[in-house]
């Protein structure tokens, strides 16, 4: 979290200000460009440099993206619900609908899984229509108060302006306050607030219209603690196969015989690979292949590391068998009850973004002539993407049946919407 006094602002965003803003997101840039690169597999694991013509196979196994994209799904992969009947509260959620929150709102959740925070920017489309995006948080960050209100002062996004060619012809950088949106232009990326900005255009959003979502307090992924497991589990893997590509190329050992040129000009070797034989002179002679034995316990270790890889980031394997499709609800709950959880801690500071939006997309269609609802009447609901059990819901209904009102049981089927159980209720 970039912190500045409140004070310095009195003088008005100086280019000093914002350069050192800048400055300071870029150092913490390399590490989510290193969290990306696992993401996509273009990262090799550490591994000490091997002889040369030996095999330097390097295994990359996909446990970042594997735990990011549980995690963040467990969130949000089901549609968060907006709940409440004050004024204006049906015009937020079809502006939320317009502007399909739902796939923002996945996208935030897969980044703040992956980098430790998502950054969303929320704007005005042609049409005067409040929309949102997720942005890069590699270029795009928030400053806050240092005290402990924690405020957002102002917020930037930048990236690099190209011709119609695609070559590079300068930088350009967005900085939002509360009230508007400045955009500064240079040819280079150390110049670019040396100047004024060279535009500057209200958002009528009234608060800062860029949010930041945090996965947590300390702002790291979800796969940063077993990152070092990780690696382990790639150089085992790297290992086991390297020693099965160099057992195919093994030597052999021949003693008590010669072997020499046949007749046809075949090598001993060329005799061997074509003739799959090999003749000995006597019972004192033999042949074999010099090949590094296993080790036993590799298969231990490399169970043992995958076993810690899911403990620690509290992503379950859903490929183990305890995860069969016998298992009670009650039954898969309990081994989920870790990944519940992480999700309840992101569920937390999710939430607290959410509002902020709130509060700037109320705001904006109030300005327009709209009712201005107040969040503060307003649920915000996640729903768990899990597998429902349709038998086990089903039989729960039939049990309640004269005890529960007929909308209350109908709602609780997983293949029946809203209108639809209204329909089937009995008279």
């Not at 923002?104 to 992956?114: I, K, M, N, P, T």
């Not at 649920?379 to 729960?396: D, G, K, V, Y």
């Not at 009102?405 to 709602?411: A, F, M």
């Amino acid at each position: 979290m970039i912190t500045r006094d409140r004070a310095v602002l009195r003088s008005g965003l100086t280019g000093k200000l914002l350069q050192g803003c800048l400055n300071e997101h870029l150092r913490a840039t390399e590490k989510m460009s290193a969290l990306r690169d696992r993401y996509l597999l273009r990262d090799p694991s550490p591994r000490k440099p091997r002889a040369e013509g030996l095999p330097d196979n390097v295994a990359r196994h996909g446990f970042v993206r594997y735990i990011v994209t549980i995690a963040s799904s467990y969130l949000a992969g089901a549609a968060v619900s907006y709940q409440g009947d004050c004024p204006g509260a049906e015009e937020l959620r079809a502006a939320y609908r317009a502007a399909n929150v739902a796939g923002v709102d996945l996208e935030l959740a897969r980044q703040a899984s992956l980098y430790g925070k998502g950054v969303e920017v929320i704007y005005a489309d042609r049409r005067a229509q409040p929309r949102s995006a997720a942005l890069d948080p590699r270029s795009a960050f928030v400053v806050y108060a240092d005290d402990v209100t924690c405020d957002p002062l102002f917020g930037m996004h930048f990236h690099p302006v190209t011709d119609e060619g695609g070559a590079p012809r300068g930088y350009e950088a967005e900085v939002y306050t509360a009230q508007d949106r400045l955009i500064y232009r240079a040819a280079d990326f150390s110049h670019l607030f040396q100047g004024g900005p060279a535009e500057r255009t209200p958002h009528y959003f009234g608060r800062l219209p860029l949010i930041e979502y945090w996965n947590n307090e300390e702002e790291q992924g979800d796969a940063d603690a077993v990152l070092s497991l990780i690696d382990a589990y790639d150089v085992l893997e790297s290992s086991r196969v390297n020693d099965q590509e160099q057992l195919s190329d093994a030597l052999l050992i021949v003693y008590g015989a010669r072997l020499e040129t046949d007749e046809q000009g075949r090598t001993p070797a060329q005799q061997l690979r074509q003739d799959k034989l090999l003749y000995l002179p006597d019972r004192e002679a033999g042949a074999q292949y010099l090949v590094k034995q296993s080790s036993p316990g590799a298969e231990e270790v490399r169970a043992a590391l995958e076993r810690d890889i899911h403990k620690f980031s509290m992503i379950p394997d859903l490929s183990d068998r305890q995860f069969a499709g016998n298992a009670s609800g009650v039954a898969m709950k309990y081994k989920l009850l870790g990944l519940e959880q992480l999700t309840r801690l992101k569920e937390r500071w999710f939430r607290e973004a959410l509002r902020e939006r709130l509060r700037c997309y109320a705001h904006f269609l109030a300005v327009k002539g709209g009712r201005m609802a107040d969040e503060r009447n307003i649920r915000i609901l996640f729903t768990r993407a899990l597998p429902e059990s349709a038998l086990e819901t089903a039989q729960m209904v039939k049990t309640l049946e004269g005890m529960v009102p007929d909308s209350v049981l109908l709602s609780q089927l997983p293949f029946l919407d809203g209108e639809a159980a209204e329909t089937n209720q009995k008279p």
